[in-house]
């Protein structure tokens, strides 16, 4: 195949089309950025002169028709006017059962189409169960009335001690995760697994909280889950500072970050219950944000194993599609990637305030150890 943008030789389509991976982040960048372009040429006419035309008004333009082209070319296809038209396909659909500790004990299938999802789906389930696992081994007595069940699960609220050890708990999780789900991860050697997960355990932790919530929580967004196993009440952070043995002034760190959360997750669930993944959606998407681009700034080699890796999240994707019969699954990539974006973004925005909190004192040994 080649890309219908630049003519480059592609292996592997992106975005839902015949386009290049450079083309792809190129159209999904320049979106996110909304800044206005302007032809070199200045009568948006560069690519009929170079199909590899270097004008980002021209290229961009050419990808948008693509896509408008992909999605209309079926009668059965209506080009969907809002967010959610193009979500109601996959909100009428069955759910693909969601997924936490008790699912590591179900049967995988016999036979699948997509068993790389399958592996993910396995490797979630072994996430979680370390998790829970871990955090009631450090579970300290609480009062019967602060517990809130969501079915087998007894929550407890978190407080200032139990966010360090739930930390580690979780990043030890995502990289069994990672060692059963990719083949590639298993064989690296420590210093890279540990480069990727510093990289992409932000991302990661907010969609896989962000998933647990909307099935947990789906009507109260007041509700924090810093732990599998735990929960923190926006209005109520008071009291996770009681146990705080670090001098701060917790008056002004409730406040700092009671705004940082109203911002920051509040935003986030909102997003996620919008486009409303479904779980192999989500799986894919966490797959992807192990994968991510920062991954380049180490070696050329994790480059191409990061491509390799997110191509074949990719290709099962789309066979997860074809067996639901989704035919306007080109449109629902774009929502998943700008979801997955908005993730990335906001995490980053997340550690700048936790570099603050850092410099305020608020669990200052934990990040000296884990955020350098």
């Not at 982040?25 to 948006?44: D, I, N, Q, W």
């Not at 997509?114 to 592996?119: E, G, M, Y």
């Amino acid at each position: 195949m080649e890309c219908l943008i630049c003519g480059e030789k592609i292996i592997h389509a992106h975005l839902g089309v015949n386009s290049c991976r450079a083309c792809a982040v190129f159209y999904k960048r320049t979106t996110e950025s909304k800044k206005k372009l302007k032809c070199k040429g200045g009568a948006e006419e560069c690519r009929k002169i170079n199909p590899k035309t270097t004008c980002r008004l021209c290229r961009f333009t050419r990808f948008n028709e693509i896509l408008t082209k992909a999605v209309g070319d079926s009668e059965s296809m209506k080009k969907p006017e809002t967010i959610e038209e193009s979500m109601e396909v996959n909100r009428n659909e069955e759910s693909d059962g969601f997924i936490n500790h008790e699912s590591f004990y179900d049967c995988e299938p016999s036979t699948s189409q997509t068993p790389l999802l399958d592996r993910l789906r396995k490797g979630y389930s072994l996430m979680c169960l370390i998790r829970h696992s871990g955090e009631l081994g450090n579970r300290t007595k609480c009062e019967e009335h602060l517990e809130l069940r969501v079915g087998n699960l007894v929550l407890v609220p978190a407080t200032y001690s139990t966010v360090p050890i739930h930390g580690k708990i979780c990043r030890e999780a995502m990289k069994a995760f990672a060692s059963h789900s990719f083949d590639d991860f298993r064989a690296l050697d420590e210093e890279s697994k540990n480069f990727i997960m510093k990289s992409a355990h932000g991302a990661m932790n907010a969609l896989e909280s962000a998933y647990r919530s909307a099935h947990n929580f789906p009507n109260n967004d007041d509700i924090r889950t810093p732990g599998y196993t735990t929960y923190v009440r926006t209005r109520e952070l008071e009291q996770f500072f009681e146990n705080c043995p670090d001098k701060i002034d917790s008056v002004k760190i409730v406040s700092e970050i009671r705004e940082s959360l109203d911002r920051s997750v509040k935003g986030v669930r909102r997003y996620f219950k919008r486009v409303k993944p479904t779980d192999y959606e989500f799986l894919a998407l966490l797959g992807l944000a192990l994968w991510n681009d920062e991954i380049a700034n180490l070696n050329e080699k994790l480059l191409h194993i990061s491509m390799r890796n997110r191509a074949m999240i990719m290709k099962e994707l789309h066979s997860y599609y074809a067996q639901q019969g989704n035919l306007n699954y080109a449109v629902r990539i774009g929502h998943l990637y700008c979801l997955l974006v908005y993730f990335q973004n906001n995490t980053m925005k997340i550690c700048e305030d936790f570099q603050l909190y850092r410099l305020q004192g608020v669990f200052k040994e934990y990040f000296d150890k884990n955020c350098e």
